[in-house]
């Protein structure tokens, strides 16, 4: 809390723009390895295999394009927040609107509400609370330090909880493999789990014969490779390179070299997932066979309560059976450090994007104090939609929360992909094109999401009745066609319409991040009191000027000297409205001396975008290390 000014919108959003690589790295990290990772990759492994790895390794490749390619542009821009960009990218305000409203439906339906059923399904099976009961009492402990601390105490506490979640999940994945009799018995063994009850003259329960490859077949598989290399490509880039939670934590950096180095932590740790959580899953399928494979509905609802399937209570399983309780104890901190370091990612960002994108534009003066109260007060609202939004996830997707997760990205986030792409990457984009471009996809993608709700994949023992479109086309290869709708209609309207115009291109493009800074135009002030006349010349700018008679400076109207409060206003205060300021970060301020909020400067933006020769090719050169063992482990697993 005391790291940074949490009274501003920089040190309450953005940490104060100073954070060094290894916090940035790791908060990214954690900020992705939520619960929802731990319950469901771990669950999707033990149904499926390995293939669920691929999004883990294709996010190593992601968070490197946002280090090398998008965030030179974001600090260009000096932006805050994501629609924030695409604001001054296109100009206009429904695309910031559209935005930010999309934004938030995305965080409730893929972020919140999994991570908070995930870890409440932890609590339920190892301390036997109600799920509800867990959900709240975890959202208390969260919310205290997210409207607390801001994005400063967001990002330190995630670097600890990734150094608390890495030792757990190593002893975790230690005694798995002891248990199971090492490496050569899993590979055996896990072809071989099939649960003892299951329907009759049916695949259910019966592991993949594919279940060691990454790469499977195009049509028949749970997982086509065409679709695991470019349908789960475009997601991944709206997730690593364009999404609020993420990049929010790069713009925190210190300078790009910084940026660039947390993204490299990030990379590195990201090969972690797939030994530390998706393989301990499958062994708990091979420990537990009958109650993780449950093949069999009426048994599935008496073991988990969810008829669809329990492999979400894989890793679960391997916590409370194999670890004795002082380590149990350590593992349930794992579990909380997940939850709440992707949760206080999601809430703060949340908080930001509404605050900064949609109060402001409708509160246009609003001060900061406001904005510091409502983007609190956001995050109490988020909480109670995505409690709400629980019972939809816990019967989604066959039970698999991972596979639940992706799908509803390929339906959202591929129109947010190519705008952001082509507004960084091709200077002809315009707003019009970028907006129906929009519009088109969600629309399209909001359909396909609605069909997934109103006919659930079938259990393995039913007949298919479901549409064509869900029947025949993969949601990894609908978001290629989905992407590529959204392309033809960027190019189409912003060909058939006007250019952008030059402010929009400037330092806000790949090609233009390095342009010189247009100083603004200075405007002359008049003020009359009586027969005194004084004159003031500033540039142009948000604030008004007035001269002091007796002093003969400057000062602006709207700024007080938050030190020189009236000590008559302090005592008047009761001892819980300070405790709260306090709490907050906030000072209690006079009445008629709000602050109002600056913007970054371009000039300070331009030169964060410097980077020190012999740094620039340290991190070059871990970029080519890092890229390499990505390449080997794909390939090795492909």
Known sequence: MWRTKRSTVDGYFLAGKNMTWWPVGASLFASNIGSGHFIGMAGSGAAAGIAPAAFEFNGMLMVLILGWLFLPIYIAAGVTTMPEYLQKRYGGRRMQMFLTVLYLFIYIFTKISVDMYAGALFIQMALQWDIYFAVILLLAITAVYTVAGGLAAVIYTDAAQTVIMLVGAFILMGFSFAKVGGWDAMMQLYPAAIPSVRPHNSTCGIPRHDAFRLFRDPVNSDFPWPGTIFGMTIPSIWYWCSDQVIVQRSLAAKNLTHAKGGSLLAAYLKLLPFFIILLPGMISRILFTDEVACADPELCRQICGNPVGCSDTAYIRLVIELLPAGLRGLMMAVMLAALMSSLTSIFNSASTIFTMDLWKNFRSQATERELMIVGRVFVLVLVVVSVLWIPVVQASQGGQLFIYIQSISTYLQPPVTVVFIMGCFWTRTNEKGAFWSLATGVLVGCIRMILDFIYPVPLCHEEDIRPGVLKYVHYLYFSVLLAIISLIVVVVVSLATEKPKPEQISQLTWFTRFDPVKKPKEEIFTLKIGTKRFVEITPQTDHITERNEQSGKGSACHQTN????????????????????????????????????????????????????HLRLIVNLNLIVCLSAAAFIIGYWA
Do not use: D, N
Request: aromatic share 4%; proline share 8%.
């Open 562 to 613: 938050e030190s020189e409060s009236s000590e008559s206003s302090i005592h008047t205060q009761s001892r819980i409205v300070t405790a709260l300021y306090w709490l907050c970060g906030m000072t209690p301020q006079k009445e008629g001396g709000a602050k109002h909020v600056t913007p970054p400067t371009r000039e300070a933006a331009v030169r964060s975008l410097e980077e020190k020769p």
